[in-house]
């Protein structure tokens, strides 16, 4: 059954990181200098191959390279808890059917319903998964500071009561 349940929640995650992912930056190319090899004349006559660097300039001015490693660390870590959502709801599931298993009951009286179905109650918690997600990314695009602190404050939550659940299966 653990098995099963965590190659389903590896498949999910899969299946739904591609829509969480955020789109990568492309790599900035080096300012490199080209050479200009045109034959350059001595006023004697004899050329000379003269090397002179060409120097690329862009029409468009570059953000900086510390906005752009801001930019990519608050995408990473948004990214990350995204995916640790995910997991926090995917082991919610396993500790709890798993201490279900063993004779304990549900404490929550909204799940209580829920949790006598297993199918309902797998996809009522990919549901709270889907809409913590995608709450977040909203809220993310007004305030990624407010985003990233809500998202931290549901995973540890859900660890604890993942550990709570956990514990309560080793003692039936």
Do not use: W
Request: proline share 5%; with cysteine; glycine share 4%.
């Amino acid at each position: 059954m653990a098995r099963r349940l965590f190659v389903a929640m590896a498949f999910a995650s899969c299946v739904l990181a591609p829509g969480v992912a955020q789109e990568a930056l492309a790599q900035e190319r080096a300012e490199s200098a080209a050479l200009d090899l045109t034959p350059v004349f001595r006023p004697n006559g004899f050329p000379i191959a003269a090397a002179q660097p060409i120097r690329l300039v862009e029409s468009e001015q570059r953000p900086s390279p510390l906005t752009r490693v801001r930019r990519d660390h608050s995408r990473t870590l948004l990214g990350s808890l995204y995916a640790s959502t995910a997991l926090m709801q995917g082991l919610d599931v396993h500790s709890t059917i798993r201490a279900l298993d063993r004779g304990a009951v549900e404490a929550n009286p909204l799940m209580s319903g829920v949790t006598r179905n297993r199918g309902a109650f797998i996809v009522t918690k990919a549901a709270v998964a889907a809409s913590t997600i995608l709450a977040s990314r909203q809220l993310a695009k007004r305030n990624k500071v407010a985003a990233i602190v809500t998202l931290v404050a549901i995973n540890s939550a859900y660890a604890m009561i993942v550990k709570h659940n956990y514990s309560v299966a080793r003692s039936r």
